[in-house]
Every structure is written in C-alpha cells, then in structure tokens.
C-alpha cells in the first residue's frame, strides 16, 4: 500500500488538523479578550481622571489617561475623556483597569471575532475530512 503526497495525502490531513486546532484556540482568546473589554470580572470602580493625553500607535492614535481610585491608587485607563471627569472602570485579567464597552456595537464587536475563527475552524474541519476520505480512497484502490 502506497500512500502519495498531494491532495489527500497524510501531509494535507495533518496540515488541516493543525489549522482546526488553531482556529479553536484563536477563538477561545479572543472571547476572553472581548468579553473582558465588555463584562469584565472585577466589580466597577470609581476612577477620577487626573489627565489625559494622546498616544501614537502606528496608524492609530488614542487618549491614555491617569487617574486616582477612591482609595489613592494612581491608575492608568484608556479613555477618552477630559480631566476632573469621574468613570466607571473595571480591572482587566491583566492587571490594567479600562472602561467597559456599553450597547450593542461593542458586544457585537467582541463576538464577531471569535464567530468568524469558529466558522473558519469548521471549514478547516470540512476540509480534513474531505482530505482524510480522499486518503483511505487512495489506500483501497492501490491495494487492488
């Protein structure tokens, strides 16, 4: 029994099988990293913005902000929002404290992402098995 390369092969069934499993472990990352942006753990709390400024990030600029908790602690929050102002902020898993994403638009945005990797670790598994039935048509006709 001879089993070739190419399309079909045990190559190709590899490959998609290490493509599905990234595809899965990519959506499940980025539903933990949206999720914390819209419903983060920590319970809310209140920061007062001490100031704020605008950061360059490549193509991309935004306001990085510090402010004080009730208790003293300085903290620094992406925000944009002007001195003085009191926000409700939350403690990412990471240890940074952000202002959570309200509405609709940012829970849609935080599921669309992992949505669109679950869809494409399907297609990838669509493909490993057509790819794994081309293999075992290939074994039983060179074994004639």
């Known amino acids: 029994m001879t089993v070739r390369g190419g399309a079909g092969g045990r190559g190709t069934v590899g490959w998609w099988a290490v493509l ?6 990519a959506a499940g990352v980025a539903l933990v990293l949206g999720l914390s942006l819209v419903a983060p753990q920590g319970a809310l709390e209140q920061v007062t913005v001490s100031a704020c400024e605008t950061r360059h990030a490549g193509r991309d600029d935004y306001v990085q902000c510090d402010g004080l908790l009730a208790d003293g602690t300085h903290v620094s929050l992406r925000h944009d929002g002007h001195p003085g102002e009191h926000v409700d902020a939350a403690k990412t898993p990471w240890g940074s404290y952000i202002v959570p994403g309200r509405g609709f638009v940012p829970w849609a945005a935080a599921l669309a992402a992992p949505a669109g990797l679950l869809l494409a670790a ?3 598994v669509i493909a490993l098995r057509r790819a794994g039935r081309r293999t075992r048509y290939r074994a039983t006709v060179n074994l004639r």
């Open 122 to 124: 399907v297609a990838c």
């Open 20 to 25: 599905a499993a990234l595809c899965v472990c």
